[in-house]
DNA sequence: TCCTAGCCTGCAAGCGCTGTCATGAAGGCA
DNA sequence: TGCCTTCATGACAGCGCTTGCAGGCTAGGA
């Protein structure tokens, strides 16, 4: 900076008000400073800056993976929003339980970032008090936290209107598969379930617990296994609904190597609108994953600036169903 | 700092020593620190650490894209080894025009993190000059650059391999698919097209013009447009060989609208080994993408740490013939 | 012409650390 | 006992910036 000042012969206070767009410098000096600013390709140093304001500029994203498209998708909808705010975008992917610990033990982000987003990320209370000392503001992104600022889609009336969607086809026997969750890592999908049976309920059919599956080792051989028992059922299910596409993907492939077909012989739906469920056809629950990006910029910056009155802001966005090829009346009649 | 040293009852340079391992801390005094430090779950400011040691202790990295697969893996497999270094994980993502020419023209990064991880990025003359005066050290992965630390597989050999394996089969008609890249944003794949030609030749097959195909709009309709011109030629091709696993997705989902069977018609090749390549059962040439981005830590580390002599190093992982269900002996016999 | 009010600009303190240098304590040796 | 060495620790300057404050300059009114 002090180089700049000199190219432009103003001092460093002026090439720093200059910069930051302060009023208080007059067009010419302005002109100068910037013309210096282009010719050396000046960047500043937030360290330097952030030492003196606090302010680090920079934002922090805690994230349980960074190999799953949802994520993916959120954070690409956050880094041109993160941009255009002049914020830098920092990662913190803590996917197993030794760097979890070490995560919320640490706390590394402290003074290192403006604000922690959380994202899909399942924490116990312990692990929520600890953020709550972090001395930063948090918002939470896909996962709904009560009295914080969250950004989320209402799984519980999504799943629902899944539902619905193959009790109007005729469906009545309708199974529901999720992940064989121990890790506790992943958001629960509790909502999603609950949405399904209350479609159920709605339409007066009892839910049957054989229809509610948790399925291990599901990227392995769980969903062969999964399939297998729930089509020798005395009265098998006609529909199935999925968790995530990610597990609707493998379910399909489990189906075709069955040679069970689809939806000839059974209707499945997904949820997310993963970007391959277009290419394999996959009915499902769009999910706007890079626009809860966006959404999770947009509070983060109120939260930031503390804009307030909105602390405590809540974004609900909508889920859509897509319907495509894997969904279809029922073989048989209805009985 | 300030508060861990009155707890501890010691001088904030020494709380500074001990913090980072120095060696002339005694053992008592270490230990009283370190209880200090984690009662008050201090972490350091590493802005002020940075303004005087110059040293950052954040790493960035430049992407084309969030949303990809490959460098989804890739990130996944920077984190924790970052993590480990105790670095942090800065991110760039330039997807389009406009911010590309902002970030070469401002460089963002400069000053802000201790070394440049150029990641799948067809850099420009111009920008690879900006970013060599970036004063900063740069590693370029999954891409090959002459003279400047990169991890990359050798994508004309593995190219090579996948089309004898079409060879072997008994393919003679063989297509290869490119995605149409006006932009120049992702890394050419030109290598890849070189080996599949090469192999070719070897074989003793005149190279036909007709079989090299750019799709425009693979994402949308372009794919079904590709499909049949190539199979209304005279003499169409029996395998399909694709850049990457992306294209093969779309080229699947596209022979199945045509109901044209797969590999029982037409073969099909991809490349990466996309998560999705075992669903959809693809065969494939992997390439390693977590295990590119642990090496290019390890190569990252070692520029910073100018542990020299290694300065120009380069990292070539394997790739690997995944056969599954898409390639088969062409229909008819070989001419 | 002098005074006052604005506008711009420069000066200097200090943000939280690191690293150099100085200091003090403890121990070894004659 | 006295002197020198070694080790552990503290004091302090300064990293590159921001910001409150002071001061200089210009213009307008009396």
Not at 109 to 114: K, L
Not at 288 to 306: F, M, Y
Request: net charge neutral; proline share 6%.
């Amino acid at each position: 900076m002090a180089e700049v000042a000199q190219r432009a012969g103003v001092s460093v206070s002026t090439v720093s008000r200059t910069l930051r767009g302060l009023s208080t410098v007059s067009d010419t000096t302005r002109a100068r400073v910037e013309a210096a600013a282009r010719e050396l390709s000046f960047a500043i140093t937030r360290s330097a800056s952030s030492l003196v304001t606090g302010r680090t500029g920079r934002v922090a994203v805690l994230l349980p993976d960074l190999e799953s498209w949802f994520l993916g998708a959120a954070l690409s909808g956050m880094a041109p929003a993160l941009r255009d705010a002049g914020l830098e975008l920092l990662v913190y992917s803590v996917t197993d339980v030794h760097e979890r610990a070490d995560f919320f033990d640490r706390l590394p982000a402290r003074r290192n970032a403006d604000a922690l987003l959380v994202v899909s990320f399942a924490l116990s209370p312990t692990e929520r008090a600890r953020l709550d000392d972090l001395g930063m503001p948090l918002v939470f992104v896909s996962q709904h936290a009560p009295g914080r600022p969250s950004v989320y889609v209402d799984d519980e009336d999504a799943a629902l209107r899944g539902t619905r969607h193959l009790l109007n086809l005729g469906h009545r026997r309708i199974a529901f598969l999720q992940t064989a969750d121990g890790t506790g890592f992943t958001w629960s999908s509790k909502s999603r379930l609950a949405g399904h049976l209350r479609a159920l309920t709605e339409a007066g059919i009892e839910p049957d617990d054989a229809l509610v599956l948790s399925v291990p080792d599901w990227k392995g051989n769980g969903m062969a296994a999964a399939v297998g028992r729930l089509l020798s059922l005395q009265d098998p299910p006609t529909a199935l609904f999925t968790e995530t596409d990610d597990l609707a993907f493998r379910l399909l492939a489990a189906l075709r190597d069955a040679n069970i077909p689809v939806p000839g012989r059974v209707s499945v739906m997904g949820f997310d609108d993963h970007v391959m469920a277009g290419v394999m056809g996959l009915t499902t629950l769009a999910q706007p994953a890079v626009e809860i990006g966006r959404a999770a910029v947009r509070l983060t910056r109120a939260v930031i600036d503390g804009s307030d009155g909105d602390h405590q802001r809540h974004i609900v966005l909508p889920t859509e169903l897509v319907p495509r090829g894997t969904t279809a009346p029922p073989p048989a009649p209805v009985r």
